[in-house]
């Protein structure tokens, strides 16, 4: 089944700790993206990347690192998490530019305490 | 990037149209708009996208006006299971960051 997985679907952890919540596509999708979606606030992009080892930054890259080594796999990293990090968090993936569009994986909620 | 500006909410009659529109009065001429939906906290489902031409899926119809500036996305016939938020987002052909805003949520009431 075609499908974008991201894991963990849920994640407590503490301020600081570093997390990776990974991303893979079994489509051989080009692009690859991650966004962050708050109450009010809709989805906010944080990075995308448009093939292997290309990457760029969204509208709210801070306290984020992304990297693409793999085409199937686009993980988030967050090196020091912290509370306004706490968030619900989506990776997309789609063949390539427009008019192609972008299929959702199931979101991964995470806590920062 | 165009910024596009939506109702915050709508209600619908199960079984009746939707119409949701959307505003994107500085969209270029290179931006695609797109409709997805999301439905609780799930990942947001792709609906449909236009560039210039009406168009029509098995879940819904776009209406672009001919000067580009504002589109409708039509459910024909809504049911309980079409509650959900929908967000409409000018995306451009070539690759650049993508925006979505807070969306319409739209209830669809029985």
């Known amino acids: 089944e075609a499908q974008v997985t991201q894991n963990p679907r849920y994640l407590i952890t503490v301020t600081g700790k570093k997390l990776t919540v990974t991303c893979s596509q079994n489509?051989?999708?080009?692009?690859m993206s991650w966004y962050r979606q708050d109450p009010g606030l809709g989805l906010r992009q944080i990075y995308y990347?448009?093939?292997?080892?290309?990457?760029d930054k969204g509208d709210v890259p801070e306290g984020y690192k992304v990297s693409r080594k793999e085409k199937r796999n686009f993980p988030l990293i967050l090196e020091s998490p912290s509370p306004n990090q706490t968030s619900l968090y989506f990776c997309?993936?789609?063949?390539?530019?427009?008019?192609?569009?972008?299929?959702f994986g199931p979101g991964t909620r995470l806590t920062v305490t | 990037d165009a910024k596009t500006t939506q109702p915050t909410s709508m209600d619908c009659a199960e079984g009746r149209a939707a119409n949701l529109p959307c505003n994107h009065s500085?969209?270029?001429?290179?931006?695609?708009v797109y409709w997805y939906r999301q439905i609780h906290s799930q990942g947001p489902q792709y609906i449909i996208h236009?560039?210039?031409n009406n168009e029509t899926n098995e879940m819904a119809s776009l209406i672009i006006t001919e000067d580009r500036k504002s589109s409708t996305l039509i459910l024909p016939h809504a049911t309980l299971r079409d509650t959900a938020v929908y967000y409409c987002?000018?995306?451009?052909?070539?690759?650049?960051?993508?925006?979505f805003g807070p969306g319409t949520s739209l209830s669809v009431i029985p």
């Open positions: 997309a993936s789609s063949p390539g530019q427009p008019p192609y569009e972008q299929y």
């Open positions: 236009g560039l210039k």
């Open positions: 489509m051989n999708h080009e692009y």
């Open positions: 500085t969209i270029s001429g290179n931006e695609y």
């Open positions: 987002i000018a995306v451009k052909t070539s690759y650049d960051k993508v925006i």
């Open positions: 990347s448009m093939n292997v080892e290309v990457t």
